[in-house]
């Protein structure tokens, strides 16, 4: 089982950077496919970016292509997504997913955990 705690968000303005992070509770959060969602107001949940257990695999939604940067730490199990060039279009609750597959999912029901999500806003 694995428990997860997202933190970091906040209000940043348009073009700004923030980085949110995911505390992994459970010993074995480093076999886990991590992923981050986000879900912003009347929208569906979409996936933004994801992480094999090893760290060799990185996926993006192309929203986010070369502006957004997820990262794990094993040792401390942590999640990192780094943000950067932040649009309005951003505005987001973010969530940390955990999966027990092999390679980056794109779906949400296939992560079997969930931490509660972090507000991030970004401001024109």
């Known amino acids: 089982q694995v428990q997860l705690v997202e933190s970091g968000g906040g209000l940043v303005q348009a073009g700004g950077s923030l980085r949110v992070s995911c505390a992994a509770s459970?010993?074995?959060?480093?076999?886990?496919?991590m992923g981050w969602f986000r879900q912003a107001p009347g929208k569906e949940r979409e996936f933004v970016a994801g992480?094999?257990?090893?760290?060799?695999?990185?996926s993006y939604v192309d929203s986010v292509k070369g502006r957004f940067t997820i990262s794990r730490d094993n040792t401390k199990k942590m999640v990192y997504l780094q943000m950067n060039s932040l649009k309005p279009e951003d505005t987001a609750v973010y969530y940390c997913?955990?999966?027990?597959?092999?390679?980056?999912?794109?779906?949400?029901?296939?992560?079997?955990?969930w931490g509660q999500g972090t507000q991030v806003t970004v401001s024109s």
């Open positions: 992480i094999t257990w090893s760290g060799g695999s990185t």
């Open positions: 459970g010993r074995t959060f480093s076999t886990y496919t």
């Open positions: 997913a955990a999966s027990s597959s092999w390679i980056v999912l794109r779906k949400s029901e296939e992560y079997d955990y």
